[in-house]
Nanobody, 117 residues
């Protein structure tokens, strides 16, 4: 079993920054891909960014150039640095881990990010 815990959300003004963290624990082996998703009220959950076990990132067009995903494998933690935040970035942000060897997904419970003046 794998557990994911997100942290770092909060209230920030437009143009501000936040750094989200997602710490994983449990039976993690054989490599994994990590991802951040978000879900705004009344909208479907959408992919924000992914990073492979070989540190290759991919970003949604709406956050490219503003957000940076990274990982620290020694700490089993993935980060999402969010800069130049906009009100439309307001959402609950979720972390996902996908095991490479069996494609099983694990989700965190989410952390709220609110961008408002």
């Amino acid at each position: 079993q794998v557990q994911l815990v997100e942290s770092g959300g909060g209230l920030v003004q437009p143009g501000g920054s936040l750094r989200l963290s997602c710490a994983a624990s449990g039976s993690i082996f054989g490599g994994d891909t990590r991802a951040w998703y978000r879900q705004a009220p009344g909208k479907q959950r959408e992919l924000v960014a992914t990073i492979t076990d070989t540190d290759i990132p991919v970003y949604a067009g709406s956050v490219k150039g503003r957000f940076t995903i990274s990982r620290d494998n020694a700490k089993n933690t993935v980060y999402l640095q969010m800069n130049s935040l906009k009100p439309e970035d307001t959402a609950v942000y979720y972390c996902k881990l996908t095991m490479v060897h069996n494609s099983r997904d694990y989700w965190g419970r989410g952390t709220q990010v609110t961008v408002s003046s």
